[in-house]
């Protein structure tokens, strides 16, 4: 149609070399790689939209990009929301991948509804992932708990500092801290020693 014309037109552009100012050089602002049919940016091009700053994606950019993702590519698509502010966008990508199963999809689910104040979803999806094992779901399960249930936060934070959480390891100090210091001492330079 005329949004593939359009976009046609526009790679036409973009990938046909000008002459250089000194009038010795010849540059285009992407080029195309037809064995591997992908495009490049040239570095001068992202030095410059980063010296103006990113603008806002519009929407119907994330739309096309949930419409065109695979499995792989929405789970980033959704993070890429997240970082946006794009909730309702990383919502749309994730929760396809958790209802497969996803484990990070169903954390990062959690997470998301956790932000939004849904504390009941939040929990469901935190709790399906680490009923598959996902660490960083135990973590965050306990960040969910720790003013509701300290038992039960200090239970998840144990769980995922015991499989190597640094940041469950430093929760779970800050938790023992009053009650056990010196259990809080060594769960925290045990945090440490990971970096």
């Given at each position: 149609g005329d949004a593939t014309a359009e976009?046609?037109?526009?790679?036409?552009?973009?990938?046909?070399?000008?002459?250089?100012?000194?009038?010795?050089?010849?540059?285009?602002l992407i080029t195309l790689d037809d064995a591997t049919d992908s495009l490049s940016v040239h570095d001068y091009v992202l030095d410059e939209d980063q010296r103006r700053g990113s603008a806002a994606v519009p929407d119907p950019v994330w739309e096309a990009a949930l419409d065109h993702a695979g499995d792989e590519s929405r789970f980033a698509v959704g993070v890429a929301g997240f970082v946006a502010g794009k909730g309702d966008i990383a919502l749309r990508a994730w929760r396809p991948l958790a209802e497969s199963g996803d484990t990070a999809a169903m954390t990062n689910l959690g997470v998301l509804l956790l932000a939004d104040?849904?504390?009941?979803?939040?929990?469901?999806?935190?709790q399906r992932a680490v009923d598959l094992g996902n660490v960083r779901a135990m973590y965050n399960l306990g960040v969910l708990l720790k003013d509701s249930d300290?038992?039960?936060?200090?239970?998840?934070?144990?769980r995922a500092a015991e499989a190597g959480n640094t940041d469950a390891m430093t929760n779970l100090g800050l938790l023992l801290a009053g009650v056990d210091p010196e259990a809080a001492q060594r769960w925290y330079e045990r945090a440490a020693e990971l970096g």
């Open positions: 976009l046609d037109e526009a790679l036409e552009w973009a990938v046909e070399p000008v002459l250089g100012a000194a009038k010795k050089t010849r540059q285009s104040g849904e504390r009941d979803a939040a929990q469901s999806w935190l300290r038992d039960a936060a200090q239970h998840w934070y144990r």
